[in-house]
């Protein structure tokens, strides 16, 4: 807690308190009794606290999926003078994906990281979509954005009226400052604001770069374990909640940074926005670190689909097929004999948007490097590349249990064919010879026997 004054943002403390659970009905208060007891609006709250509520959901939703909060705040959100476009507004983010701003290509595409900025650059400065699809005006859609940032938000604080964000650092500590309380995210740990929620990102770091996943229309979930039992995969008590946390301050001109479709809005107050003393409901950010993941893999024969690796899905009405799902290539042990052990040649009708946090991909030799990314869109082969296979094979049948160690690999998977924006595709981060490292695959087929010279028909034996 921070009482009236007029001092910037406090350091944030060594070691951050958190509530554990997935999707709880969470109680918390900075202040004993800031609370209100048997119901959530009454007349006069608390130590003079304003009762608002926060819907994720409609109110009507059913009861399994409604999501809410109430927060009791110094002043309610509404104080704030009038929402005006930014100025200068940000140009490269999309949340309606069409022809004017987007290309289609069933290309496979490739970024190498981007560098970090040399200007001072904030997270919501630093942050520009990659490709999605749909709509965050007729809720259902996603959209891909990467950051690179190296300066703290000051006096502002940012939220997304479009969709959550799942953000992935993968360089550089997050420290977010919410209305809900405070968390510190690191590389290799997964943070997710839920549509609405205003924050603020501190770099304690300087560098910072990342993923975000922008869904629209729905929230994360757990996925469900079916055969694999009640426990695995992603626990529900490593997600950890922020507890209460406010400041008190008057800071002359804050402003209130509101994403609402795709275009940057932006609000004064004379307050900070994290004046939240005490809060309940399950409509809050939570944070999971990637390394508690337990995860399941084929003991015996033939490599398992990725979706066994899924941490969070967000659902489509269509049971199974996921508007996004979150899904990661944690370090495992290979046991598979007589098996082809790196993913599989494939094509998908759902889209993969892949990024790397750290260390290499099993499917890719080189090229796919940390804070890159790569799209194997709709129907587009892909698989590993030409080094991966031909190692695999020359080590055959011998490859005894291996473990893969050191790395963190993740995918975006949707079923909605995204586009991707101009400056993605133009970016001079995009690996233009990306199929180069398929194109040298070779034909080991020995049934050339079979085939007549002249007709290259198959011979009847
Ligand atoms: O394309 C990829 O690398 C992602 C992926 C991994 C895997 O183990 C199986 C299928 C798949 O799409
Ligand atoms: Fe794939």
């Known amino acids: ?124 400065d630093g942050l520009y979509t990659v490709c999605g699809a749909g709509s965050s005006y007729l809720r259902h859609g996603f959209a891909i954005h990467m950051y690179s940032a190296n300066k703290s938000m000051k006096d502002c604080a940012f939220c997304s009226a479009d969709g959550d964000f799942l953000i992935v650092p993968q360089e550089g500590r997050l420290r977010i400052t919410t209305e809900c309380g405070r968390l510190e995210v690191s590389p290799g740990e997964i943070v997710v604001i839920p549509q609405g929620l205003r924050f603020a990102v501190d770099l304690p770091d300087g560098p910072s770069r990342g993923y975000v996943a922008e869904i629209f229309g729905t929230h994360f979930q757990l996925p469900d374990l079916g055969p694999i039992g009640a426990n695995g995969l992603a626990a529900s008590r490593d997600f950890l909640v922020p507890v209460a946390w406010f400041e008190d301050i008057s800071i002359p001109g804050y402003t209130v940074v509101q994403k609402f479709g795709g275009e940057l809005f932006t609000a004064k107050q004379d307050f900070s926005p994290f004046n939240v003393v005490a809060w309940h409901g399950n409509y809050a950010p ?85 804070g890159g990314a790569s799209l194997h869109s709709c129907m587009t082969p892909h698989g590993p590349d030409t080094k991966t296979y031909e190692a695999t094979i020359a080590l055959g049948n011998e490859a005894g249990p291996k473990r893969i160690s050191d790395t963190m690999a993740f995918m975006f998977e949707s079923c909605l064919m995204p586009r991707v924006c101009p400056w993605a595709l133009e970016s001079p981060y995009m690996d233009h010879d990306y199929y180069q490292c398929w194109i040298g695959l070779k034909s080991h087929f020995t049934g050339d026997e079979y085939i007549s010279e002249d007709s290259q028909d198959v011979k009847k034996k």
């Open 1 to 124: 807690m921070e009482s009236k004054s007029t001092a910037a943002q406090p350091a944030f403390p060594a070691v951050l308190d958190y509530q554990s659970g997935f999707g709880n009905d969470f109680s918390t208060e900075a202040i004993p009794g800031a609370l209100p007891r048997g119901q959530n609006s009454p007349l006069v709250c608390p130590y003079g606290l304003y009762a608002e509520q926060i819907s994720g959901t409609s109110f009507t939703s059913p009861r399994k999926h409604n999501q809410r909060s109430w927060l009791y705040r110094v002043k309610p959100s509404v104080t704030h003078e009038p929402f005006r476009p930014r100025i200068p507004n940000h140009v490269k983010l999309v949340s309606e994906f069409n022809q004017s701003n987007s290309a289609a290509t069933p290309t496979q595409l490739r970024w190498r990281p981007a560098e970090i900025p040399e200007t001072p650059t904030d997270f919501v």
């Open 286 to 370: 939570y944070k999971y670190d990637l390394s508690k993941f337990c995860p399941y893999n084929t003991v015996l024969i033939d490599h398992g689909d990725p979706s066994i690796n899924t941490v969070l899905t967000a659902p489509t009405d269509r049971p199974g097929v996921a508007l996004l799902d979150f899904v990661i290539f944690p370090p495992r042990w290979l046991v598979a004999e007589h098996t082809f052990r790196p993913p599989y040649y494939h094509r998908n009708c759902m889209s993969e948007f892949m990024g790397l946090i750290y260390g290499g991909y099993e499917a890719k030799a080189d090229g796919f490097l940390p």
